[in-house]
């Protein structure tokens, strides 16, 4: 299946760390190769990178791993084709419109018999089970406030409760952003650390690279970052539990069931 990373900060932040990592499981040393994308919030805006290419031979991912794009959240995610052919269309993550916000969403996992009845305002373009079960979620929201942009907790509720009928199609491990928090589901594999004061190097475990915080950060900063699997191997990843959806916000975990 895919794999999924994420990047939930209190300061703009560049994740050229950690998606160097990412990127290499994207056809180098893991099995990945259908396809990548990465979308950055920044401010009100929201720049996405999309290619079908394996993210090891894309000349696109090379260009974000040396690119230092600073945002507070970040979703990525390299593909291993279930649902849907090798095309830019299935690629994710997916990108609409809420409440004036743009959302963002990625998905790792398999949805068996999935087909929702779509006739509202959302419709997928592809041909995925993740696109698919994207635009049912972003109805739902839709449909139970609509009149805007709930609470937190109003949010989090419908969230939880479409989540758990997503989930009984099958595995349905997720990331979902509009900017301001990031929701992170997992279903059955999915990690994430946090870092903070007293920052330390850290060394990835996909490609032989290491990296001294100490010398990128200040005392203030906080870095949460989510991945399927462990990105480095000399820092503690806390494994997030089946069924759990958190959220984050600056950096730091705010919500969870």
């Known amino acids: 299946m895919c794999q999924l990373l994420g990047m939930n900060c209190n300061v703009p ?42 993210s090891i031979e894309s000349p696109i991912a090379q260009l974000v791993k040396q690119y230092p794009i600073k945002s507070k959240n970040v979703i990525a995610h390299i593909r291993k084709a279930t649902h ?25 996992g398999n949805l068996e018999n999935f087909e929702p009845h779509l006739t509202g305002f959302y419709q997928p373009v592809g041909t995925t089970d993740s696109e698919k079960a994207f635009c049912l979620l972003l109805e739902t929201l839709r449909q139970h406030f609509p009149d805007g942009k709930p609470t937190l907790q109003q949010l989090y509720l419908i969230l939880q409760k479409v989540t758990k009928s997503l989930s009984s199609y099958g595995i349905f491990n997720y990331l979902l952003s509009n900017g301001e928090y990031l929701f992170v589901h997992c279903s059955t594999k999915l990690h994430y650390l946090i870092r903070q004061a007293p920052f330390a190097a850290a060394h990835l475990i996909d490609e032989d690279v290491t990296v001294d915080f100490r010398a990128l950060t200040n005392g203030i900063d906080r870095v949460a970052i989510i991945a399927t699997l462990p990105l480095t191997d000399n820092e503690t990843w806390i494994p997030i539990s089946q069924g759990e959806l958190i959220v984050f916000q600056d950096g730091e ?3 969870t069931n």
Do not use: M
């Open 13 to 54: 932040t560049d994740i050229c760390f950690s998606f160097e990592g990412f990127c290499a499981r994207g056809g180098k040393t893991d099995e990945h190769r259908d396809g990548w994308g990465i979308a950055f919030f920044e401010d009100l805006g929201c720049r996405i990178f999309l290619d079908d290419n394996p």
């Open 253 to 255: 975990l705010i919500l």
């Open 84 to 108: 849907g052919k090798v095309g830019l269309e299935n690629c994710h993550p997916f990108q609409r419109e809420l409440w004036g916000n743009y959302w963002v969403f990625a998905h790792n």
